[in-house]
């Protein structure tokens, strides 16, 4: 699997509709979970963005799915990266010549 952090930021009907944001981020949780991503960790933050979600998946494409299925929401805009660990971070350095 994967990991990827998905920085948000409400749009206006998001913030228009702000005090269901737990209830959306539950509804998240279980869209991503049926699509086989497992969630580690779901922050709101102070700052440049108003949420912020670490989640690991299978691939690419399922983590795009993910944000795109979010999106059609209206409530959100994400920006996604993908995040290397410890380890995959000494696979990718191993292969520099």
Known sequence: MATYIMLVNW??????????TVKRA???QETAQAFGTKIGSLKWTLG?????VSFDCP???TATRIGLALGLQGNVRTSTLRAFGED??????????
């Open 11 to 20: 749009t206006d009907q998001g913030i228009r509709n702000v005090k269901d």
């Open 26 to 28: 539950k509804a998240f």
């Open 48 to 52: 440049a963005y108003d949420l912020v």
């Open 59 to 61: 691939d690419d494409e």
């Open 88 to 97: 995959e971070m000494e696979r990718i350095l191993a292969g520099l010549k």
